[in-house]
């Protein structure tokens, strides 16, 4: 597709449960973040990867949060023993890296899924 | 560390005026870039600009422009004429040496008819 793809767009789970959210960058785009949106809230960072650098994971709030990224493509956020405050919008996003190695300043933003936990 | 401050949380407009959406960042790199993206009620961030700290030039286009001051470490966003369209969620980010996007809390405009 032309722009980056997220999955489910919605996801209902119980407390406790594992979830895993998928993302689906732009063909070529070698960084991609995730990110989080809470009620009223700003994106908060949560993880980024470049190329086979080592992710920068300092944004995880917690060890219940992991991310891959496989073939330096697609991209699945997992949150174990999933609590109600995980309820949120997760984005990802992704962008071309330019030569020198630095990132391109566009990020191309999913649509997110939108994650309840009841 | 790295912090935007986007000290307003909604504002709300009648169509035609002029609006100023206002960004405080902080980061000790010499080398940074500023960014707003705009939200719209379908949820997808759209990117509108950036700008690297070495250049203050500020910027227009069209409706939309840009005052950066290093000097109060300020990136404000001015809508001119501002349009019901407009309503949407705007967010100031900052990228520094690690790559990592810093996002603001994000302004929520409304613009009335």
């Known amino acids: 597709g032309a722009g980056v793809s997220q999955s489910p767009s919605n996801k209902v789970t119980e407390k406790g449960k594992d979830v895993e959210l998928r993302c689906d960058p732009i063909s070529g785009h070698t960084a991609l973040y995730w990110y989080r949106q809470s009620l009223g809230q700003g994106l908060e960072f949560l993880i980024y990867f470049q190329g086979n650098s080592a992710p920068d994971k300092s944004g995880l709030p917690s060890d219940r949060f992991s991310a891959e990224r496989t073939g330096g493509s697609v991209s699945t956020l997992t949150i174990q023993r999933t609590q109600q405050e995980d309820s949120a919008v997760y984005l990802c996003a992704s962008s071309l890296t330019v030569a020198g190695g630095a990132t391109n300043e566009k990020l191309f933003f999913g649509s997110g899924t939108q994650l309840s936990v009841l | 560390a790295q912090k935007v401050t986007q000290a307003q949380t909604e504002i709300s407009v009648v169509e035609k005026e002029d609006v100023t959406l206002d960004c405080v960042y902080e980061t000790r790199d010499t080398t940074y870039y500023l960014f707003w993206y705009k939200q719209p009620p379908s949820g997808e961030l759209v990117f509108l600009i950036r700008r690297n700290s070495f250049d203050e030039q500020n910027e227009i286009s069209g409706r939309y422009s840009w005052n950066f001051q290093k000097s109060t470490s300020s990136f404000n966003f001015t809508i001119t004429a501002s349009q019901v369209v407009d309503s949407a969620v705007y967010f100031c980010?900052?990228?520094?040496?690690?790559?990592?996007?810093?996002f603001g809390t994000g302004t929520l405009l409304a613009v009335q008819p």
């Open positions: 980010a900052l990228r520094g040496a690690t790559n990592k996007l810093i």
